[in-house]
């Protein structure tokens, strides 16, 4: 086996970083919840330390629609059914998606977005956090006033298997 990084643990941290990572190793099966009281539902596909990976479901006209950014996240969009629209600054357009296509945001990347179709939007949600231990905290920094429809709560869901 070869070994590119000069920092590898010993055989006995080794061994407890494989029982670390064994326990936190989950599967899902997703399935779009048939009925949500909230304007949007989050569907739990998957969590580590260091990543968190859900689908997003919006009824038509919510979004995420006040110009925000992530100081502690690096985040992937990807439509899976229905069509988003994504804006930065000024409301300047970034993309109109449509099923299999998205966007990345990084870190300071500001940026808000809406469902753009007739019907419910899905869309794979995949963070990337900056330090490990810190899922919970994306370090969501609005940019811009809330608007008056942004859903303030949303029903959550999850799709991770015992």
Do not use: C
Not at 12 to 35: C, G, N, R, V
Not at 44 to 71: C, F, I, S, W
Request: glycine share 8%; hydrophobic share 40%; net charge negative.
């Amino acid at each position: 086996m070869s070994q590119d990084n000069a920092n590898t643990p010993d055989d006995a941290a080794l061994a407890a970083l494989h029982e670390a990572a064994d326990a936190m190793s989950a599967t899902f099966s997703y399935a779009k919840p048939q009925a949500f009281d909230a304007a949007r539902a989050s569907v739990k596909l998957a969590e580590t330390d260091m990543m968190r990976a859900r689908v997003v479901v919006l009824k038509p006209g919510q979004g995420e629609n006040n110009l925000h950014y992530h100081t502690r996240s690096d985040s992937f969009w990807m439509v899976i059914k229905g069509k988003a629209a994504f804006y930065g600054p000024g409301d300047e357009p970034i993309g109109e998606f449509g099923p299999m296509e998205g966007t990345t945001t990084p870190r300071y990347f500001r940026y808000w977005f809406e469902n753009a179709g007739d019907g419910d939007l899905e869309m794979l949600h995949v963070f990337a956090h900056a330090e490990p231990g810190k899922a919970q905290k994306t370090g969501r920094t609005d940019a811009a006033p809330r608007k008056a429809y942004v859903p303030q709560s949303a029903d959550s869901f999850d799709a991770t298997k015992a």
